[in-house]
């Protein structure tokens, strides 16, 4: 897989890209990455990126011919990309999306800055994403969260294969809750004790143990993702008894 980004500042990827789990995949070869300068395909001697909005308003926008320029020569270098772009108006990223991308042979990130970009800069977009309902300075943060999520989905970077079926958000069939609560020693930490079913060694027990501390961490913390999580009709009906004893009888999950 290669993931590639364009963005005004390139250097803001170096470290997380060689760190930890992607630094370790990336230097085992289980994926590439590529930072361009969206500045190399400015032709003026300023390197000018940004312009006055038509219109008036507050702020700079991000130059639509640079963009274009920069995205074409890209996605003509190789195998066309997944080219994705930053905005509010994109769709919510979450897991399955991230498992979506992390099919993809080549992926391109496009980093927005200043007030944004000129809206005809999205006709290149395969698909707009948005991290959350906050404001950043630029698409670089945002763009770090996707390859983080989409790279220890590839096989080999996380190590144990099972790593990523038990996380939170795992959209495999019996998935879609948080993660059940872990612990490690010491067995006793100023009077909070382990749960004594994980110091028992019945594996049988352990997982069933996890399997319901994980709906009752979902219907306390994430009522939710109830709704779309696999469960069978009878922890259903305990998730139902849960989100109200938590949330009150109204908060029950729509789904019956």
Avoid: N
């Avoid at 020693?185 to 028992?200: K, T």
């Avoid at 069978?232 to 908060?251: K, N, Q, S």
């Amino acid at each position: 897989m290669l993931i590639e980004t364009l963005s005004v500042f390139p250097e803001m990827f170096d470290t997380v890209m060689s760190t930890s789990i992607l630094g370790r995949a990336r230097r085992a070869g289980l994926f590439e990455f590529r930072a361009h300068d969206l500045r190399d395909w400015t032709h003026d001697r300023h390197r000018t990126v940004d312009d006055e909005p038509y219109g008036g308003g507050q702020g700079m926008l991000m130059k639509v011919e640079p963009i274009f320029e920069a995205v074409e020569a890209i996605s003509a270098s190789g195998p066309r990309p997944r080219t994705v772009f930053f905005t509010p108006c994109g769709d919510r990223f979450d897991q399955a999306c991230a498992e979506r991308l992390a099919g993809c042979e080549r992926l391109l990130l496009v980093c927005g800055r200043y007030e944004g970009m000129d809206e005809r800069a999205y006709d290149l977009a395969d698909e707009r994403l948005s991290i959350g309902d906050y404001v950043l300075t630029g698409g670089e943060l945002p763009a770090m969260v996707v390859a983080d999520a989409v790279v220890r989905l590839i096989p080999g970077a996380l190590g144990d294969e099972m790593s990523p079926v038990d996380e939170s958000f795992s959209t495999r069939p019996s998935g879609g809750l948080l993660e059940y609560a872990q612990y490690t020693r010491p067995a006793s930490f100023r009077g909070r004790e382990v749960p004594p079913v994980l110091l028992s060694g019945d594996h049988a027990r352990v997982d069933a143990w996890r399997r319901a501390d994980a709906i009752e961490r979902t219907c306390r913390w994430r009522p939710d993702l109830i709704d779309g999580a696999g469960l069978t009709p009878e922890e259903r009906d305990r998730a139902h008894e849960l989100v109200a004893r938590y949330h009150g009888p109204d908060a029950r999950p729509a789904r019956e």
